[in-house]
């Protein structure tokens, strides 16, 4: 595949440097890297100076090299909602040292404390201090207003919803649930919950 149509930079094929738009010129830095066929692609901070449709460009023409010419990519960002949206896996860097590492959705379900230092802790949510709270985990979209339904009709079990969420992880839709629960209520929360195979966590 010519780059230039890989990059969708085919019109631009004898512009001058001072004629492309920021965003453009970016297509040209990732087009010239991809001539030396690398297995890796390495983009440090590459949509940091552009404006939220631009990036979004060029985060999807780094999926679709990744997906058509089988590239593994490594985007160094602080920008998280990059991080979900494109890559599969995250590793955290402090001071040259790996403190952190695994699967995106793994890494943000679990909120490590590299993730924490990095983003804040000011969206968690206050917990119950009576009772027990768990996380309950949906991959499947469909089924996230069924799973709280039948918590407490099929499983006829009392509980608070303390908070829901749902995020957009690439091509994947995963949304969470604190619930509380009392410590009498507890055992039979849990054997619902693994006899239905339903992801969980206590929190």
């Known amino acids: ?26 297509r040209v830095a990732i087009a010239r890297s991809l001539t030396m066929e690398p297995s890796i692609l390495l983009c440090d901070e590459a949509t940091s100076a552009l404006d939220p449709n631009i990036t979004s460009s060029i985060l999807q023409l780094l999926d679709q090299i990744n997906k058509d010419l089988g590239i593994t990519i490594v985007i160094v960002t602080h920008q998280m909602e990059i991080v979900k949206n494109v890559c599969t896996k995250m590793a955290f860097l402090k001071d040259g040292i790996l403190t952190e590492k695994g699967k995106v959705v793994d890494i943000f379900l679990d909120k490590p404390p590299a993730l924490k230092d990095l ?75 693994i006899g239905n195979q339903i992801e969980y966590m206590g929190v």
């Open 1 to 26: 595949m010519d780059l230039l149509e890989l990059v969708n930079l085919t019109e631009k094929a004898n512009a001058m440097p001072k004629e492309l738009s920021g965003g453009q010129k970016q």
């Open 119 to 193: 983003i804040g802790t000011t969206s968690d949510v206050p917990l119950p201090k009576e009772g027990l709270n768990y996380k309950i985990i949906s991959r499947e979209s469909n089924k996230d207003t069924d799973l709280i339904y039948n918590l407490a009709t099929k499983g006829n079990i009392v509980f608070s919803l303390i908070s829901s969420n749902t995020d957009f992880y690439r091509n994947v839709i995963i949304s969470s649930f604190i619930i509380n629960v009392t410590k009498e209520a507890s055992p039979k929360l849990e054997k619902y919950l």
